[in-house]
């Protein structure tokens, strides 16, 4: 903030004040006074007891929405898939082979077009679950990395968080409200103007599945000075600390004993985090092994097999958007999924594809 545009304002309002008086004068400002006597009046007069005694029943928030909206789900397909990519030195690498299961939601009268998608996280062990806050922090304020047939690109990241901006109306990733490391899903969601879903809903999944750079050091470091300094703030009030403890004791019930812990053992994770960004932290080791963490924590999300839970993806649009869903899938499946690496870790062998549709 500007102290001295601070000061400028307040010389204004008070010149404004100043000509209103000079306007209205003595008659216009008592006028003024009555009627602001009056409204107090009648705002603070109670309500007739006839008033108070008469039933009122609640709104049917659900009959409202279906008299705006008419909506028709779809399960489009579920799918799983397992293919062998060729890298540069002639070894096989698994792509992504997690079980997707994709919906659609009509909307009639709708201009905009959104993408939700849920990845359980259930199956993340809790030294990687820890930098779930981070990952959300950093997935769509980091530079893309776009790797060609011949070159790579690296679009700065000031840079591809505009482009974002410009081609979407809104978009985000986190946990929800089960918060931190204790949260058993993770969710990335974009809503697009109707006519640019074809090309802005495989831009959003790119960048959060492929092109986001997490081993930038400098995001890296922004990123993790930010949650520091938010987790310092909020461990000085004692109503988020409560609020915390309340959403991770009905959240995450296997973490029911953590709640007040939360935000502390946070803080501890991003103070381990900023010495291993630091000159010595790099000289021991403990950079790489933080950056590999975060790419095994993406991968895991959104392309571990091993789960039984699959990755959940939502279409809601108009008619056109329904009409031209299958494409849309077909395209995020061609461009995103089966380019995104599945964890090194992970051996499982998923099921072959199936798909089914079931219209309600």
Known sequence: PSEERAAAERDEEARRVEDMRARLGPEGLAAKKAALDDAVRRNETPPPAA?????????????????????????????????????????????????????????????????????????????????????????????????????????????????????????????????????????????????????????????????????????????????????????????????????????????????????PLQKVVMDRARFALSPVGAALGYRSKLLRDLEDLRSLIFCDPTTGAPLKARLTGDAGAVAASAALFETLERTVFDKAKAPSSSKTTTPPMTTTTTTT
């Not at 530079?143 to 410009?166: F, G, K, N, Q, Y």
Request: hydrophobic residues 45%; charged residues 25%.
């Open 51 to 263: 008033v108070l005694e008469r039933a009122v029943t609640p709104p049917d928030i659900a009959e409202a929405v279906g008299r705006m909206f008419r909506v028709t789900h779809t399960q489009l397909a579920s799918s799983s898939r397992q293919e062998q990519s060729t890298t540069t030195n002639g070894a096989s690498s698994s792509t992504c082979t997690k079980p997707r299961a994709l919906f659609v939601d009509s909307v009639e009268g709708t201009r905009f077009c959104r993408l939700d998608v849920a990845a359980s996280t259930r199956h993340v062990p809790r030294r990687l679950r820890q930098y779930l806050p981070l990952l959300e922090e950093l997935l769509f304020k980091a530079p893309a990395r776009i790797e060609e047939t011949a070159s790579t690109i690296v679009i700065p990241w000031e840079a591809a968080v505009e482009e974002l901006r410009r081609e979407t109306v809104s978009y985000g990733a986190g946990t929800g409200l089960a918060g931190s490391g204790t949260a058993d899903a993770f969710f990335v969601g974009v809503k697009v103007e109707a006519e640019k879903r074809e090309a802005s809903i495989p831009l959003v999944a790119r960048r959060a599945l492929l092109e986001a750079q997490l081993d930038d050091p400098a995001r890296l470091k922004a990123a993790v000075a930010k949650l520091a300094l938010e987790l310092a703030s909020e461990l000085r009030d004692g109503a988020s600390v409560a609020r915390t403890a309340l959403r991770a004791a009905t959240c995450a019930a296997g973490d029911t004993n953590r709640g007040l812990l939360l935000a």
